[in-house]
């Protein structure tokens, strides 16, 4: 677009319907936070305004000042040119209505675990409140573990990962929810270098995305960690060693709630011998499994 016609984009709307236009004609790949090109602009206009991003209406036909227009289209450029995940751009992402900080040393946060979490994984979880101990394997941004806290509140928290960067990401948001003295870190290669201990949850996003897939991601998703997402020749290469694992650290009536994306034809032809639970939510079908402590030792 010549800057000349740019000067027109006056209003919200305006720069709005340009975003979806200038995002649909690029073709970029949606999935870290928003599946369409309106959300997508919508927020990214919003984050460039300082606005509230629940609270579009009142704003639409709202003029903009140039410095403004040029703040959102330069937002808009970079997503289009640089093919960076939004949160990467704005250094946030929300998730289940929380606000966590990230940047491309951890994976946009998005997993479907959240939403059970809301729930207190009820009913496989009778009582949140009696809950004592949780465990974050693989917690990249601590988005998970977090939430985890917040859904379990007089349990002690432990987040695992083997990347020291994505612990510092994490590191930041525990500290911007106050839960230092309920959340540790840990850095570990999976389990080798946890204490002992038995938790009543253990929750775990791995690299899953088998090798097939890895190499014809969008390009969005290169910009994520490989070491957060590849997870071998059929994608169960971490997924063998947590079920192995697992029930050394799980308390008697404990559960481990274990997300695997689309890999569940992989996952059946690794373990056909295993019977989980198959948990849906909204957003996706046939992407978690849940094991009692008792299906994965008998």
Known sequence: ????????????????????????????????????????????????????????????????????????????????????????????????????????????????????????????????????????????????????????????VDAVDVSSDALEVARRNVEDYGLEDRLALHQSNLFESLPAQRYDVIICNPPYVNSGSMEVLPEEYRHEPQLALAGGADGMDLVRRILEAAPRYLSENGVLVLEIGHERPFFEAAFPELSPMWLDTEQASDQILLFTREQLTT
């Open 1 to 156: 677009m010549q800057p000349s016609a740019r000067l027109e984009l006056l209003t919200l709307r305006d720069l709005i319907r340009y975003g979806v236009s200038r995002l649909n004609a690029a073709g970029v790949a949606l999935g870290h936070g928003s599946d369409n090109a309106w959300d997508e602009a919508v927020y990214l206009v919003l984050h460039a305004l300082h606005l509230p991003l629940d609270t579009l209406e009142p704003f639409l036909d709202a003029r903009v000042l140039d410095k403004e227009r040029a703040r959102v289209l330069d937002l808009i450029d970079r997503r289009v040119t640089e093919r960076l995940p939004a949160a990467y751009l704005t250094n946030e992402a929300w998730l289940r209505g929380h606000r966590f900080y990230v940047d491309q040393r951890v994976i946009v946060p998005r997993s479907p675990i959240a939403e059970l979490l809301d729930q207190g994984l009820a009913p496989w979880v009778a009582d949140p409140a009696e809950v004592g101990r949780v465990l974050d394997m693989c917690t990249g941004s601590a988005c998970l573990a977090i939430l985890g806290a917040l859904a379990f509140p007089h349990a002690q």
